[in-house]
């Protein structure tokens, strides 16, 4: 009878291999943890805010994590870590605008690495990754409910109470200059000499006809696009000008406002977090 011939062994899948990897690593990291019990305390489930917690985040880890770990190992270098940092927060900056697109510094995400590499090889596995993107990400919630209450809210209010100063201010100078000659001579005197000259040059204007020798000098094409330009501005509905100045106050408010206020958050954060690593030190 011929001899039977051994069984194929089964193809090994790249999802397989990733699988394979991950479980070695995730082995031998809670080898070094039970060697080591005093290290166990760092590997404690995070405290995460609620944007790290949705499936939205969940995906987004993953995806990360697949796109770092081009070698499927199952972990991820530092080098790779802070590479999926940024993509992280650029993909979360599409849903969630540019306060999510703040990353933190090389510094930071190398002692964020250190802390969890547990076992000193130099990497981290799939759960270790997506707990240090949580940890990072923790206070991105607090920094978009920020700007977008700012731009919605804040922003606006400060743009009207600020407008409304503005134009007291101009009516009070109208006020100022119009009653002006009525105490003192000398404003008298300024405003018939100013009125006298204005009178003098509309009368040369009408008397010589300059304001036809000039039409007569300019291209009938620079003509034509100014009338149309102001058929096009006499269109424009008055609510539109009107909504003009507090359009530009409110714009530029933002500009200044959030920016400033989100670099001051990032500060109290990490101040915070500063003074939590020294409490624990002591």
């Known amino acids: 009878a011929p ?6 062994a089964p193809a090994t899948t790249g999802a397989s291999k990733w699988a394979i990897a991950k479980q070695s690593t995730v082995a031998a990291k809670n080898k070094k943890t039970k060697e080591d019990p005093s290290k166990a305390g760092a590997s404690d489930p995070p405290k995460t805010s609620w944007l790290t917690r949705t499936t939205l985040f969940q995906n987004m880890l993953e995806w990360a994590f697949e796109q770092v770990d081009a070698d499927g190992s199952g972990a991820v270098d530092e080098q790779e870590l802070y590479a999926g940092l940024l993509l992280i927060h650029l993909k979360l900056g599409t849903y969630a605008g540019p306060a ?3 990353p933190i510094s090389r510094a930071q995400c190398h002692e964020m690495f250190v802390k969890m590499d547990l076992d000193k090889s130099g990497t981290l596995d799939k759960e270790e990754f997506d707990t240090v993107m949580m940890v990072l990400f923790g ?3 607090f920094r978009v409910v920020f700007q977008y209450s700012c731009t919605i809210a804040l922003v606006p209010l400060l743009a009207q109470q600020l407008l409304s100063c503005i134009q007291w201010l101009i009516r009070q100078a109208y006020f100022f200059v119009t009653t002006l000659d009525e105490h003192s001579q000398w404003a008298d005197t300024v405003e018939v000499s100013v009125e006298n000259i204005w009178t003098e040059v509309v009368d040369y204007v009408q008397q010589y006809h300059i304001g036809s020798h000039i039409s007569a000098h300019v291209p009938t094409q620079v003509i ?7 058929g096009y501005l006499q269109a424009v509905p008055t609510s539109v000008w009107n909504s003009i100045p507090l359009t530009v106050i ?3 408010l933002s500009l200044m406002i959030i920016p400033w206020s989100l670099m001051k ?9 500063e003074k939590k690593k020294e409490s624990k030190a002591k």
Request: charged fraction near 15%.
């Open 3 to 8: 001899a039977a011939t051994p069984a194929a």
């Open 100 to 102: 999510a697109c703040k």
């Open 139 to 141: 206070n991105a919630l």
């Open 224 to 230: 034509s696009f100014f009338a149309t330009l102001r």
């Open 250 to 252: 409110s714009t530029v």
């Open 265 to 273: 958050i990032d500060d109290f954060f990490q101040n915070l977090a």
